[in-house]
């Protein structure tokens, strides 16, 4: 490392300097979405926790996931925003690794929640009589922690096989924060045993993933079709469409980013993709899952209230 640090001490973003034009619109648009994904997210985690109707295991794993995308969003966002008002888009080389390894901490470890998620929603639909027996509050902390602990190994193991190759050469990456890929080209060494780690890691952690959520959204839809009355077809789907969207908006610009050929690689989609998922995801996700969610509006409209009553 301290070779490392002694050829290359920073990397420099040309992030959207081809786009000097749109600099201070772009900073407004990607601010706005911050806000909303602080603001939302940080509601959200703030009902699940004070209201007592929604401490169930569904809100458990919600909150589990607004804490995620609060990192998530933490780990670039503003250094982004602050390249986007100076001359000079730069960062530590240390700084690049720790945004690197959180950023795929938030990343696999989100990938492994949507998965417990569904897993939660098959089976309060498929086996709602089981339901409360399999989702014990230990069962929920067991399955959260276990993606927590999942993100945290490839992290650690995918920015220590990264960071310890030799970077003497160029410092110049195509890209607005420290994304894999656009960081390992940099390295002035043989990185092929580095990308089949990557490709394993994509196709362990995002594929696996997205095939047991599929999988889940399966058996759920035929267990809401044999369902005899269309009311109980509709409040089933209900609870789980709006984490069937979220998970269609996180695996859809993901998957395309890191599992999409070659030949149909390009630098401005590949940024276009990656504000998709690091900017806007984030920011509609407590949208999607506030306004399709009456718990969640009937916990806010009674925490108004308690605010009104106080100030009174």
């Not at 639909?125 to 276990?146: H, T, V």
């Not at 050469?169 to 607005?176: D, E, L, Q, V």
């Not at 050929?261 to 900017?279: A, C, F, G, Q």
Request: a positive charge.
């Amino acid at each position: 490392m301290k070779d490392n640090l002694s050829c290359v001490t920073e990397i420099i973003f040309l992030g959207f300097s081809d786009f000097q034009a749109m600099q201070a619109p772009l900073f407004l648009l990607i601010l706005i979405f911050y806000l909303i994904a602080l603001i939302g997210n940080s509601l959200i985690l703030i009902l699940t926790s004070t209201d007592p109707t929604l401490h169930t295991p569904m809100y458990f794993f919600l909150r589990t996931l607004s804490i995620l995308e609060l990192g998530y969003t933490f780990t670039i966002i503003p250094k982004t925003l602050e390249h986007l008002l100076s001359e000079r888009q730069t960062i530590s080389f240390v700084g690049c690794g720790i945004q690197m390894h959180f950023f795929i901490l938030f990343g696999i470890t989100e990938c492994c929640l949507l998965s417990v998620m569904a897993y939660d929603r098959y089976i309060a639909i498929c086996k709602p009589l089981q339901y409360s027996c399999i989702m014990d509050p230990r069962e929920c902390i067991q399955l959260a922690a276990i993606s927590w602990a999942i993100g945290i190994f490839v992290a650690f193991g995918q920015s220590v096989s990264i960071f310890t190759l030799p970077f003497c050469g160029p410092n110049r990456i195509s890209h607005f924060f420290c994304d894999i890929l656009p960081v390992l080209r940099l390295a002035t060494a043989d990185t092929f045993k580095n990308e089949v780690a990557v490709a394993a890691v994509t196709v362990i952690f995002i594929t696996v993933p997205f095939l047991l959520i599929l999988l889940s959204y399966v058996l759920i839809m035929a267990t809401i079709l044999k369902m005899p009355a269309a009311e109980n077809r509709r409040k089933a789907f209900s609870t789980c469409s709006s984490h069937l969207i979220v998970v269609s908006l996180f695996y859809g610009t993901t998957t395309f980013t890191y599992i999409r050929p070659k030949s149909i690689y390009s630098l401005n989609s590949d940024r276009i993709l990656s504000l998709l998922y690091t900017v806007a995801i984030p920011a509609f996700n407590p949208i999607i899952y506030s306004l399709r969610n009456k718990e969640i509006k009937a916990a806010f409209v009674k925490a108004v209230g308690r605010r009104k009553g106080l100030l009174r």
